[in-house]
């Protein structure tokens, strides 16, 4: 199974794009933060990962505010055929109350 649940802001976003198909796209770049527990000992944990929100998602990514934090669901896949780059493909989101605490699944 490929699933990814990530609590992150929005860091970048770029502007709402079409493919050749059609397909609306916004790409842009998730910034997350938090403590995590790795064999018993307490871990900061920090890192940017590259996004992507295509269909129906794009329109609602490209409006959300920067800066918020948000839970997004989605998967992994490499940026393209010939990449070993990975980008986290959105297919669904919601904004977190700011005093909600971020993790990572």
């Known amino acids: 199974m490929n699933e990814l649940l990530l609590v992150a802001s929005i860091a970048e976003r770029d502007t709402l794009r079409y493919t050749p198909a059609g397909i609306p796209i916004v790409s842009g770049t998730l910034q997350h933060g938090s403590q995590q527990t790795e064999a018993g000992i307490a871990r900061q944990v920090e890192f940017e990962i590259s996004a992507l929100a295509a269909g129906d998602i794009s329109g609602r990514f490209a409006d959300a505010e ?11 896949a490499r940026k393209n055929r010939n990449s070993k780059a990975l980008v986290f493909h959105i297919i669904d ?13």
């Not at 920067?66 to 992994?76: N, Q, S, T």
Request: charged residues 20%; without cysteine; positive net charge.
């Open 93 to 105: 989101f919601n904004r977190l109350d700011t005093g909600a605490s971020n993790g990572i699944r």
């Open 66 to 76: 920067l800066g918020a934090v948000h839970r997004f669901k989605g998967f992994l």
